[in-house]
């Protein structure tokens, strides 16, 4: 059984930082890829940036060179950190991991608003 609680997001002004947090109840970011989701209010779910195991990184155009996915094994714990936020970037973010033989397991997905 695996549970991700998700932490952090609220409201930044463009320009603004914020930085979203994934813990997992287990050691599972270490050998399972992941990725972080987000859904804007009448639009679909989509990936955001993804991360193998391995350290690979796969991110939208559009976050490109502003959002980062760190980990910090010993903490069960990935994040990211979102820089230069725009307007657009509003949404609920989710964070999931997809593991073999097991299925998908996501977090419950804060709120982040991008507004002056």
């Known amino acids: 059984q695996v549970q991700l609680v998700e932490s952090g997001g609220g409201l930044v002004q463009p320009g603004g930082s914020l930085r979203l947090s994934c813990a997992a109840s287990a050691n599972i970011f270490s050998t399972n890829a992941m990725g972080w989701y987000r859904q804007a209010p009448g639009k679909q779910r989509v990936l955001v940036a993804a991360?193998?195991?391995?350290?690979?990184?796969n991110d939208a155009d559009s976050v490109k060179g502003r959002f980062i996915i760190s980990r910090h094994s010993a903490k069960n714990t990935v994040y990211l950190q979102m820089n230069s936020l725009k307007p657009e970037d509003t949404a609920v973010y989710y964070c999931?991991?997809?593991?073999?033989?097991?299925?998908?397991?996501w977090g419950q997905g804060p709120q982040v608003t991008v507004s002056s």
């Open positions: 999931n991991v997809r593991i073999l033989m097991k299925g998908d397991y």
């Open positions: 991360r193998t195991s391995g350290g690979s990184t």
